[in-house]
Nanobody, 124 residues
């Protein structure tokens, strides 16, 4: 059974940095595309970033491009989201997700497995 466990969320001031981690167990981690999504109160879940199986290619939402970096370590079954220059509008619950089919997408429904989420709060 696949498990995805996020960690690293917290409270940070605007302009600060934080790194989220997602540990995966279960099936061979390197076989799957990984993504980060977020959901703010009263809003739909939205795409943040995704990374291909090898880690060679990454994708970002326009709202985080240049500030966030997704990476993965297949030897550790982990994916990370380095977040810099944080803004209050980045406040949300952040989820990592796994896609069983090759090819990253920005649509939450395309990802089959999800973690429980970790809260990020950015104060102004």
């Amino acid at each position: 059974q696949v498990q995805l466990v996020e960690s690293g969320g917290g409270l940070v001031q605007a302009g600060g940095s934080l790194r989220l981690s997602c540990a995966a167990s279960g099936r061979t981690f390197s076989n799957y595309v990984m993504g980060w999504f977020r959901q703010a109160p009263g809003k739909e879940r939205e795409f943040v970033a995704a990374i291909t199986r090898s880690g060679a290619t990454t994708y970002y939402a326009d709202s985080v491009k240049g500030r966030f970096t997704i990476s993965r370590d297949n030897s550790k079954n982990a994916v990370y989201l380095q977040m810099n220059s944080l803004k209050p509008e980045d406040t949300a619950v952040y989820y990592c997700a796994r896609r069983r089919v090759a090819g990253p997408t920005t649509t939450p429904d395309d990802y089959a497995d999800w973690g429980q989420g970790t809260q990020l709060t950015v104060s102004s």
